[in-house]
């Protein structure tokens, strides 16, 4: 392409739908026919989503001649989600699939009345040439597709495919007169072909399922003032994409709630799964963000719209998981570049193997031999058997259907590549506030004067209620987190009301706050706010923890004591990595004092390494030195304050991604709960992936030299070789979509 045509004014991006592909290679066959396309500078097309973007200047129509050459059909949506397919399961959806594809329509048709001839030919000799009229008819009617497709990958992609070695096939057992088996390879190809466009077609339907979640529709509360100035509302339907910010939307038990916002009225509980993962529900309640794609439970709840339909997030996952879908992994790209030049080799190989017998060593070109074919069949066998069909659709329906099954589990992976390095990673390295913790203060203990037990973390007691409800009549309405921390115990405890709401309240900065409750004089903070003869006993349990002090006028009544606690999981998410891999090795990098730290990892025994007090700078830092020393490193944190070490690691992982929208664009792998024991399930789902990926390579690669073995002595026939070719691409195809129930 010139440099006038690089800067061409009308030159933009464009993104269309591509039909009728049914494995990787029509994608690059595509590809490689759009980019020889004047006016084109960039194209790729995505067989995963079955999208062709670029950039160009090249307008629609010319596009979609190109790729109506080449035996595909171009589309003007550019949507790569348009919701949930036709049934795609069982045999009646496999039938009705194969009956919506015109060439697998007449191939069954004319399959058919081909094996109802079989038995005639044997009791009835004189149909015989009918017989062949209909090998003849069928040959030309199936066949003439899959010669069209051929010449014209030759002339505009200048690639030699599957259909070229198939017409080939077809063409050469014509000329030796063995027209039963042209009309098998035909057949069984044409076949073949359908059941392997089925079988991408059910691992697409899966994401097409995310956005098939939503509902079309929305019920809005809308206001208007009558002529006589008195303001009414009432309730109409419109389109979830017509939403805006803003909008009150209204959610009736059991419905799917259609948008992101946050509840103004109500409260209910939701179950969050099409997002999360997560498969019990969830209660929310007034000002709690909820999500589209969700499904009400047994509450009525009025939501506030946060966002446009687009930037929703079940949208945002869908098109993560196609961008994920596209990006090809190492494995694939290697498959890529390994059949340029083997397809050319196999047919020169085949042309060796039909011509040099009879050349050099006088062995029979196309007469059979004492019973065996002669050296042309046994090449247009070879050329069959050595397609490499199956190799280069092993991998990415393999990695589409582990990267669908993730999203489904609240896990988005952006790509085959990070999805691999998850698999390989031999470090795991966790921030600690916000990933092993909680992250925010929470109160774990309290002690009253007036209380029997010794111990701060039992609360169960009068005393310890009473202390509480004091504190929190001062502390209500505070945002600082320490407050925050107080009144979420007296709400767990209904007590946040026992006393009124205190008066003359004073903040006192870095040390705690005072009020009046009517004539009492109410204190809670630092021990710098009382006369240090009136100060308790503290606990010396070593943990380095926040001790409130409570004071009832001149009087100390006791503590509460407050610290940032471990996630109720974090132990079971390492163990569970553990169970995965023995040798996994687990280092906390945290910002907080090494005494928080070390307690922190204490608590988690299997933490192999802490490093604290750092600042970012020094987190990522610490995650080149640990890639140095132990190989590929998972950061894990929260995907915003752990930006640096998130970028810089091999691989970032980055927690709580649903409503994060900065988690989900950044991190490499987002777990949309806020839940460690994500990881551990995205773990073992990548190396599963890793680990079938090999399976079906070496599947692959057996079965074609196995009947390379049988084809060069002339034990194989062609249908044989066709059924071997089809049989090995269906069986890997299927093995990969076992990753779509991967557990």
């Not at 590809?31 to 160009?56: M, S, W």
């Not at 050469?172 to 079988?199: D, K």
Request: charge should be negative.
């Amino acid at each position: 392409m010139t440099q006038a045509a690089t800067m061409n004014p009308r030159s933009a991006p464009f993104r269309f739908k591509v039909a009728g592909m049914d494995c990787a290679n029509c994608a690059r066959t595509i590809e490689q026919g759009v980019n020889e396309l004047d006016g084109v500078e960039t194209a790729r097309v995505h067989f995963a989503t079955e999208v062709l973007e670029g950039r160009g200047h090249a307008d629609f129509e010319a596009l979609r001649a190109r790729v109506a050459a080449l035996g595909y059909e171009l589309s003007e949506s550019s949507t790569e989600v348009d919701g949930p397919e036709p049934t795609l399961h069982g045999l009646r959806g496999f039938i009705g699939f194969v009956y919506g594809q015109k060439d697998a329509r007449r191939a069954a048709i004319f399959g058919l009345l081909v094996l109802a001839s079989l038995p005639l030919a044997a009791l009835v000799p004189a149909t015989q040439p009918f017989i062949t009229g209909l090998h003849w008819l069928t040959i030309a009617i199936i066949g003439w597709p899959i010669a069209h497709r051929a010449v014209q990958s030759l002339r505009f992609a200048r690639r030699i495919t599957i259909d070229s070695l198939m017409t080939a096939a077809t063409l050469g057992a014509v000329m030796i007169g063995a027209s039963g088996e042209a009309v098998a390879v035909v057949l069984l190809f044409t076949l073949g072909e359908a059941l392997e466009a089925y079988s991408a077609a059910r691992s697409r339907s899966s994401l097409k399922g995310l956005l098939g979640l939503q509902p079309d529709t929305a019920t809005v509360l809308r206001r208007h003032v009558t002529p006589e100035g008195i303001e009414q509302t009432h309730y109409e339907q419109i389109a979830v994409a017509a939403l805006t910010a803003g909008d009150i939307v209204q959610v009736k038990t059991g419905e799917r709630i259609p948008c992101d916002g946050r509840i103004i009225e109500g409260g209910s509980e939701i179950d969050e799964s099409a997002i999360t993962g997560e498969s019990m529900p969830v209660a929310k309640t007034h000002d709690d963000a909820v999500f589209a794609a969700t499904i009400n439970g047994s509450g009525s709840l009025l939501i506030e719209v946060g966002c446009s339909a687009d930037d929703f997030t079940i949208a945002r996952i869908a098109r993560l998981v196609e961008a994920a879908q596209n990006a090809r992994s190492p494995a694939e790209r290697f498959v890529d570049r390994f059949a340029q030049w083997y397809t050319p080799a196999v047919v020169l190989l085949a042309c060796g193997v039909a011509t040099v017998p009879p050349l050099l060593f006088g062995q029979p070109f196309l007469s059979p031999a004492a019973g065996s074919p002669g050296w042309l069949y046994r090449g247009l066998a070879l050329l069959i058997v050595a397609c490499p069909c199956a190799l280069i659709v092993s991998i990415p329906v393999t990695v589409v259907s582990a990267l669908t099954r993730l999203a489904t589990l609240g896990v988005l992976v952006k790509g085959g590549a990070q999805l691999s390095a998850l698999a390989n990673a031999s470090v795991f390295a966790f921030d600690k506030t916000g990933t092993l913790t909680l992250g925010r203060p929470v109160v774990t203990g309290t002690w009253s004067r007036d209380c029997a037990h010794v111990d701060a973390s039992t609360n169960a007691c009068e005393p310890c209620d009473e202390l509480v409800a004091l504190a929190a009549s001062v502390e209500r309405g505070s945002s600082h987190p320490l407050a925050q921390a107080v009144m979420e115990a007296a709400t767990h405890r209904d007590l946040q009301h026992r006393h009124a709401l205190a008066t003359d309240i004073q903040a006192h900065a870095g040390r705690g706050v005072t009020g009046k409750l009517g004539q009492r004089r109410v204190t809670v903070g630092h021990e710098t706010l009382f006369d240090a003869a009136q100060l308790p006993a503290m606990p010396q349990d070593g943990s380095p923890n926040s001790v409130m002090l409570v004071g009832d006028d001149d009087a100390v009544v006791g503590y509460i004591r407050v610290d940032d606690t471990l996630r109720d999981n974090s132990a079971a998410a390492l163990q569970a990595l553990k169970d995965i891999d023995a040798d996994y090795r687990f280092v906390m990098l945290s910002g907080d004092r090494p005494d928080v730290a070390d307690a922190v990892a204490r608590k988690l025994a299997l933490i192999d390494e802490v490093r604290a007090a750092l600042l970012p700078e020094q987190k990522l830092a610490a995650v080149r030195e640990l890639e140095a020393r132990y190989g590929a490193v998972a950061m894990v944190g929260d995907g915003i304050n752990d930006a640096p070490a998130l970028a810089g690691a091999r691989l970032g992982v980055a927690m709580g991604g649903a409503g994060t929208h900065q988690a989900m664009e950044t991190a490499d792998v987002v777990l949309m709960d806020d839940d460690l024991g994500g990881l551990a399930r995205a773990v073992a789902i990548a190396r599963k992936t890793e680990r079938i990926v090999r399976e079906n390579i070496a599947l692959s690669l057996v079965l074609k030299l196995a009947f390379l073995a049988l084809a060069i002595p002339g034990l194989a026939t062609l249908w044989m070789a066709v059924l071997a070719d089809v049989g090995a691409t269906v069986l890997v195809t299927l093995n990969g979509m076992r990753m779509l129930r991967a557990r």
